[in-house]
């Protein structure tokens, strides 16, 4: 069989297969040179030098530094309404009163049960009531007196008997006369110094300390009846009204000094590593959308706490408030700055790409693409500072606006 016809009916037999390669040859073929001729537009920025801060930005919650908060002591009415909120108060400004009849009932009998212990204390430590030693002085006095004569008896008697106008008999009575003289003076003066044994010394004071501090509990509970404001501030709640009713441990009172408030920040897990002590802190209110408050931090998180559904630490800072604009209790904005470099190059993040651990961008060249590796520092959501790798001013891809990915020598038209 002939070359020729061996061809002729791998032909025949094949030609589906080699029709079929042929065709595929050919797309490849053709979007080859379709993509070689494709210009892919794509948006630009050049590389330049500005400012760049990396922040941590979160909420927060303002707190008073000096707070004073007053409450019921006892369920009762509001008397008097002395202040409204927002006043500014002086220290020991009388603030509100609460009915405080019972309490100076309470207080009246307290101290008279003061004054009764202590009076019965006085007379355990002297002895007596006035009356009681009065009378033991007097028998003292009378056993003395008594003592005395039955000494100067005895010694004349014997002198006496030396001289044999006295018998043994009267000498020996004389003798016994004394001792029981003795014996009486003894007894009153113990009588005068230890009447009341130890236990009953140690059961009215005892009584006398109960008595005080149950006079001093209703000296306390008068005083929170009567508010007073314990320092110079701001009354910044008043949440009861005149003769309302209150019950115990009700607030009915809130007052700080709002010149300085705290600021306390929630930083999400991941970023609490970057906090530093002395990182400038914005604060911004969204009332006041024009102001910003500036701090730095005072306070690292030590621990990590659940808030609400956030993992977070809690950080502080004080702020200057001297036109009180800032209030309890408001919610913040909180911006910390982690670092700030000044006069650096930087790029756009969208224009920074990464691969196999290398950073780069892409230069715009000729209307084509070249990849340049190169090193960066800190970013922010928008920007990248760049440390070596780029010139100034040189002109960067950012994203494509088709499907296309970019790549090295890729023909672009840079749309503005």
Not at 99 to 124: G, T
Not at 225 to 242: E, M, T
Not at 353 to 365: F, L, M, P
């Amino acid at each position: 069989m002939s070359w020729t016809g061996n061809s002729s009916g791998f032909w025949n037999r094949n030609r589906w297969l080699v029709w079929t390669a042929g065709i595929v040859a050919g797309v490849v073929l053709l979007a080859s040179f379709m993509s070689r001729g494709e210009v892919v537009p794509v948006r630009a920025a050049m590389a330049q030098r500005t400012t760049i801060r990396s922040v941590v930005s979160t909420n927060g919650k303002v707190e008073p530094i000096e707070n004073f908060e007053a409450h019921a002591p006892v369920g009762t009415t509001v008397t008097k309404l002395l202040v409204r909120e927002g006043d500014r108060v002086q220290k020991g400004q009388l603030l509100l009163q609460l009915n405080d009849v019972e309490a100076r009932s309470e207080a009246a009998r307290a101290l008279a049960q003061v004054r009764s212990a202590q009076a019965d204390l006085s007379a355990v430590q002297s002895g007596g009531n006035r009356e009681e030693v009065l009378t033991l002085d007097s028998h003292l006095t009378q056993a003395r007196t008594e003592r005395d004569t039955a000494q100067r008896n005895l010694e004349a008697l014997r002198r006496l008997q030396k001289d044999g106008a006295a018998s043994p008999g009267e000498v020996t009575a004389a003798e016994d006369h004394l001792q029981r003289a003795n014996s009486d003076v003894t007894l009153l003066e113990q009588k005068r110094k230890g009447r009341y044994s130890s236990p009953e010394i140690v059961r009215v004071e005892a009584q006398k300390t109960e008595a005080q501090a149950a006079y001093e509990a209703a000296e306390d509970a008068l005083r929170q009846l009567n508010v007073r404001a314990p320092f110079s501030g701001i009354v910044y709640s008043l949440p009861v009204l005149q003769g309302a009713y209150v019950n115990p441990g009700d607030l009915v009172l809130q007052e700080a000094d709002l010149s300085k408030v705290r600021v306390r920040a929630f930083v999400d897990e991941p970023d609490v590593g970057r906090l530093v002590g002395g990182d400038p802190i914005e604060v911004t209110w969204d009332a006041l959308p024009d102001r910003i408050w500036h701090s730095t931090v005072t306070m690292t998180p030590a621990v990590i706490k659940l808030h609400g559904t956030r993992s977070v630490g809690e950080t502080t800072c004080v702020v200057d408030n001297p036109d009180l604009k800032l209030l309890p209790n408001v919610n913040v904005g909180i911006t910390i700055i982690t670092a700030e470099h000044h006069d650096v190059l930087t790029v756009p993040r969208e224009a920074v790409h990464q691969e196999d651990s290398r950073t780069y961008v892409y230069q715009i060249q000729n209307d084509e693409l070249r990849r340049r590796d190169v090193q960066t520092s800190i970013s922010n959501l928008t920007q990248v500072e760049v440390t070596g790798g780029l010139p100034d001013n040189l002109l960067v891809a950012l994203a494509p606006l088709n499907s296309k990915p970019l790549r090295n020598g890729l023909a672009v038209r840079v749309v503005h």
